[in-house]
Nanobody, 125 residues
Framework: QVQVIESGGGLVQAGGSLTLSCASS????????MGWFRQAPGKEREFVAV????????DYRDSVKGRFRISRDKTKNMLYLQMSNLKPEDTAVYYC??????????????????WGQGTQVTVST
C-alpha cells in the first residue's frame, strides 16, 4: 500500500488555470501507474487522467483532453495535474491514486489503494 496527499485545489474563475499536486511514498514512483480522479456534487467518482510507471504514456477522459496535463516527477515522488481553460463542470473534489496497471486506474477496478481526502476545485462563472 501507498499513501497519497492531494493539494493545490481552490477557487478559480471559468477560463482560469490551476495545478494540483499529489505527494506519495517513494514506492509509488518506483513501480506504480498513477492517476487523477474527481467526484462532483451528486455524481459518481470518475476517471480523469492516468500516467504509467515510467511516465512515458498518458491518457485522459474525453472532456478534459487538450485542457489537462498529467505529469510525474520521480525525483520528488510527486504527481501533478495541470488544468487550463477550466469550466464550471470541472468543479469537484480531485483525488489521486496508484495501481499496478493503467487499466486498474482507468476502469477504477482492481488493485487501487484507499482513497485519500482529495482537494476541492471550484470553478465559478
Amino acid at each position: 500500500q501507498v499513501q497519497v496527499i492531494e493539494s493545490g485545489g481552490g477557487l478559480v474563475q471559468a477560463g482560469g488555470s490551476l495545478t494540483l499536486s499529489c505527494a506519495s511514498s517513494g514506492r509509488t514512483f518506483i513501480s506504480y501507474a498513477m492517476g487523477w480522479f474527481r467526484q462532483a456534487p451528486g455524481k459518481e467518482r470518475e476517471f480523469v487522467a492516468v500516467i504509467d510507471w515510467s511516465g512515458s504514456m498518458t491518457d485522459y477522459r474525453d472532456s478534459v483532453k487538450g485542457r489537462f496535463r498529467i505529469s510525474r516527477d520521480k525525483t520528488k515522488n510527486m504527481l501533478y495535474l495541470q488544468m487550463s481553460n477550466l469550466k464550471p463542470e470541472d468543479t469537484a473534489v480531485y483525488y489521486c491514486n496508484a495501481a499496478h496497471t493503467v487499466q486498474s486506474l482507468t476502469t477504477m477496478r482492481g488493485d487501487l489503494n484507499s482513497w485519500g481526502q482529495g482537494t476541492q476545485v471550484t470553478v465559478s462563472t
